[in-house]
């Protein structure tokens, strides 16, 4: 499985951007597909996450302004960002959970229940 990021740029505070995830491979047996962003010197923090039947979880950092989705027949899950604030500012990335997660019991942002990642993308908000 690999999991590919695109969308990421430069947008002023209050704009919008949408991120993509697509993976190509089979992802059966992940439980979630989440996003997670990191800035230099901090640790990667998760942000969305969804579960294979689409529930889905915030950070409290981004409730009511970010929203992930998928699109199944696309193979690709999305994070549209809106009302985006200068500290969203950060690398983001995808990720696969570890075979055996269990969304109900698992931590959904925690990095080491994600066993497959993207090489991430950009996000810059001036």
């Known amino acids: 499985v690999q999991l590919v990021e695109s969308g990421g740029g430069s947008v002023q505070a209050g704009g919008s951007l949408r991120l993509s995830c697509t993976y190509s491979?089979?992802?059966?047996?992940?439980?979630?597909v989440a996003w997670f962003r990191q800035v230099p010197g901090k640790a990667r923090e998760g942000v969305a996450a969804?579960?294979?039947?689409?529930?889905?979880k915030y950070a409290d950092s981004v409730k009511d302004r970010f929203t992930i989705s998928e699109d199944n027949a696309k193979n690709t899950v999305y994070l549209q960002m809106d009302n985006l604030k200068p500290e969203d500012t950060a690398m983001y990335y995808c990720?696969?959970?570890?075979?055996?997660?269990?969304?109900?019991?698992?931590?959904?942002?925690?990095?080491?229940?994600?066993?497959?990642w993207g090489q991430g993308t950009q996000v810059t908000v001036s």
């Open positions: 969804i579960a294979i039947d689409g529930k889905s």
């Open positions: 491979g089979s992802i059966v047996g992940a439980n979630s």
């Open positions: 990720a696969r959970s570890r075979n055996g997660f269990n969304w109900r019991s698992d931590s959904r942002f925690l990095a080491q229940n994600y066993a497959v």
